[in-house]
């Protein structure tokens, strides 16, 4: 079943583990700016920024490339890139039920008064009322709950502290605001503005189909940790498929401006 959703886009949840820049492949990146978004030209044999997946699937084709989302941020810290990716749909398409959830194995790993375990590999599906009842209304009585609980993870935030990628907490009691959790939603207005008070009042009694909604497939969520060197530089490699229907949104869990949370890039 493909449930609507209120902005096309597919989402790769995928906090990607940038130990250093020395354990990811990072050659050629450092010229690029804190946040921007690469591929390899195979052809030209170089970086180049990504405009969007869309427009490199319709002039090169349907193909996999290998891209990086670039942190320098001036500051030695940890966190966690969430990446998401996804595709329009076609009348005559045939696409996969349910949203994939990937995290990679990831080390034990520690912070201020803080320890976290070794996590294993972790690669399932769950329903899509699952996923976006969790990420967008905040609803844990969804029937994938065991699996999305499983999927996300503890972390070592920017301030050393322990947190948790699912993390419901916005700062504010009375405002809405974005929050971990509504990071991994597929609504664009859910990632930038967090759950409406409304809707979390009302989430255990409405599932996610709202009105004004489109429809997304084929989607895609994964969790990695990173942690910048020295200089506060990081490379974040993935790889996606390129396509003319394609949609891929990548947030930094930690990165913030002001205090405040910083918008994802979408491609």
Request: hydrophobic share 35%.
């Amino acid at each position: 079943m493909i449930k609507p959703l209120a902005y096309l886009s597919l989402a790769v949840a995928v906090a990607i583990s940038a130990e250093t820049a020395t354990a990811q492949p990072c050659d050629g990146l450092t010229s690029f700016s804190n946040r921007q978004i690469v591929f390899w030209d195979r052809e030209q044999g170089v970086w180049s920024e990504l405009q969007s997946l869309s427009s490199l699937g319709s002039r090169n084709g349907r193909r996999t490339y290998k891209l990086a989302y670039i942190i320098d941020d001036r500051k030695q810290r940890k966190g966690v890139v969430v990446i998401k990716y996804g595709r329009e749909p076609r009348p005559s398409g045939k696409y996969a039920d349910g949203v994939r959830l990937h995290r990679d194995q990831l080390p034990a790993d520690a912070g201020n008064a803080c320890t976290i375990n070794a996590y294993p590999k972790f690669d399932d599906r769950v329903e899509i009322d699952s996923y976006d009842g969790f990420h967008d209304l905040g609803n844990i009585s969804v029937k994938d709950i065991d699996k999305l609980r499983r999927f996300h993870i503890k972390y070592v935030n920017r301030n050393g502290e322990c947190d948790t990628t699912d993390n419901p907490n916005t700062g504010s009691k009375f405002f809405r605001r974005p929050s971990n959790r509504s990071q991994f939603s597929f609504d664009p207005d859910r990632v930038d503005n967090g759950i409406p008070i409304t809707a979390q009042l009302s989430s255990l009694f409405v599932t996610p189909a709202f009105a004004d909604s489109r429809t997304l497939v084929d989607r895609r969520a994964e969790i990695r940790k990173y942690t910048t060197d020295g200089s506060g530089f990081a490379c974040i490699v993935f790889y996606a498929k390129a396509d003319p229907d394609a949609k891929l949104r990548v947030i930094d869990l930690e990165a913030r401006d002001g205090g405040r949370r910083i918008q994802e890039r979408r491609k």
